[in-house]
Structure formats: structure tokens, C-alpha cells
């Protein structure tokens, strides 16, 4: 499949169906097997699927429905060398300080098939003719949330560890035919560009598919987690080997579109055109406004449209809302630039 001048995608996560909860209730309760676990994930997978080309977006994922807990919650569940530590706060408002942190008692490794990201692409690639994308959590995302304990001499020691988890797994998909790669991670505050950079290229070494770089200030049940400016990172994150950046900006009204002017580089701009954490709904008019503001400091040839984030903490029908006026928002400016054609 071609893709169109300004192609729309989405990040990553796709809005869940009511089911879907139910299901993982019924997990809980000890109502489902394995092979019911693995039913609802397909018809789930399905699902995000066949949302993402009905509303017309170009670019698709599995919606990441088989990411059970959270975005890499699934994953410290089957990471063998980490051992969780008690919750300090549980009362009241939900917060970044009631997410379960972790410390490694040993080395960290995965089980045998790795985090399963390849079998979720492979899964996608066989149930869309659409151009594809799979996304991984980046070396910062995963350590972010383990203490090194005796085992590793710090925060970057465990993050580097990461970075050669993470490598087996690009590989895998590299090898199973994933043409686009997007690696998510998080804008910290206090980790440099430049380092950010550098693990990501170790995360990324040697995989030949085209690689994403998305950069996010956090959206778990739509809160940020870190202040939301990017001009603390560059021009260090130039240094990553990214083919594209997949940025933020809908959601803080479009500011910072001057960096990408200033140091854009020639690279590819997945610009967030449509704000997941705002409950309001978008018009297909407000999602072309954005995108022409971009085009003021990206070239159309360059230029990808996406949501902020991901839509994995967003009602299914909020989400689809969206994700629609998205890419008929992309289609307005595409009809504006190429005269109807």
C-alpha cells in the first residue's frame, strides 16, 4: 500500500472495548484460561484493527491489546532478576507514586520468545492490508521503575541492560518484516538528550528497519508525569539514529513547533495534531489548523500525522472519535496541497 502525501498513524495504544475489562475481571476471578485470555486478545487486536481503517488512518498498529497491566506493567510480570517493592502510598487520588516499583535481585532477562512483541506484530501484519507499525517501551521506560539494588551500579547500568533486551527484540521484528519501528520514551527531565540518544542507538544497533523515535511527557489515565517542553533535549536527541521523531503538540497548544524549524534536520515528523489527554472531541477542521500550522516548519514530504500519544487510557468511542477526525483532517490539507487530487 502507498502511502498518501501526509499519511495519518497513530502512536501506538488504541481505546478498549467494554469486554476487554470485562475479561481481565474475569481473569482475575480465575473465570479465564489461557486459551480464553488468548481469544480476547485476537478479537481485541481485531477490533483496534479494523477501528483504525474504518475511521481511515494510513498507518496502524494492534492497538497494543495484548498488553494486559499498563505499557511495560505487562512486562515486569514475566522479567525474570526483578523483584517488586511495596507501594508507599495507596490511598486516595491515583498518582505516579501508586505505580509498583521494582528491584533487581539478579540479572535481568526475559523468558525464552522474548517480550512477545514480535508475535503481536506478526499477529497485525497477517489481519491488515494497511502499512504497519510496532512500537517497543525504550530503555529509560523500562528501567525508570527498578532500583539497581546490589546487582547493577545504577540507573544507567539497568537502563543499558535494557537497551540489549530491547535489541533482541527490534531484531526479531526486523526479521519478521516490521518495515517501521517506534521506540517510546519518556522526556525525564533529568536525563540529557545526548543520553537519550545514546541509548536509544544501542537500543537500535544493527536493526535495519526504519526507526521512530517518540518522545513523551506521560499519559497514564491522561496525567503527565514529567514538564512538558522539549527544548531541554536538543539538539542533543539529534544524535539518535532516528529516522523519525514523534512529538506532542496538540495537547500544549501547539508550542514548540520552532525547534522542529530549527532542528529538524531533514528527519521525518510524526507531529501530534490531536490531543489524547483532553476529553474534548476534535473536528476534522481543528486537526487541518493544526496540521497547517506544522507545515509552517515541516515540509508536507516529511510530515506524519499522529495523535499526541497513545489512546490506551481514553474511552473506545472517544478514541475512535478522534482518530477519525484525524485523518480526515489529513485528507482536507492533502486535498488543499495536491488541488483535489
Known sequence: M????IPSSVVGSHGKPGWWFAGVKALERGEFGPGDLEEMFDDAADTAIRDMERAGI??????EMRRLDGYVDTYYAIIKGIEPLPVRRRAGPWGYDQQTRYE???RIE????????VKEFEYLKTHTARRTKATCAGPLTFGSRIHPGRIYKGVVDVAERFAEVINAELR???AAGAELIQIDEPARGNV???EMARLFNLATAGVTAKLGFHICFGNRFGRSRFPRTYAPYFPGLLEARADQFVLEFA????AELDLWKTHGDGRGLGAGVVDVKGFNQDTPEDVAKRIRRVLEVCPAEKLTVNPDCGFGWSPRYLCNQKITAL???AALVRRELTGGR
Open 2 to 5: 502507498t502511502l498518501p502525501l
Open 58 to 63: 494510513d498507518v496502524v498498529t494492534d492497538g
Open 104 to 106: 533487581a535481585v539478579g
Open 110 to 117: 526475559t523468558p525464552p520468545g522474548g517480550l512477545g512483541i
Open 172 to 174: 526479531g521484528l526486523a
Open 192 to 194: 540529557s538528550g545526548e
Open 251 to 254: 495537547g500544549r497548544e501547539m
Open 327 to 329: 485523518a480526515a483532517g
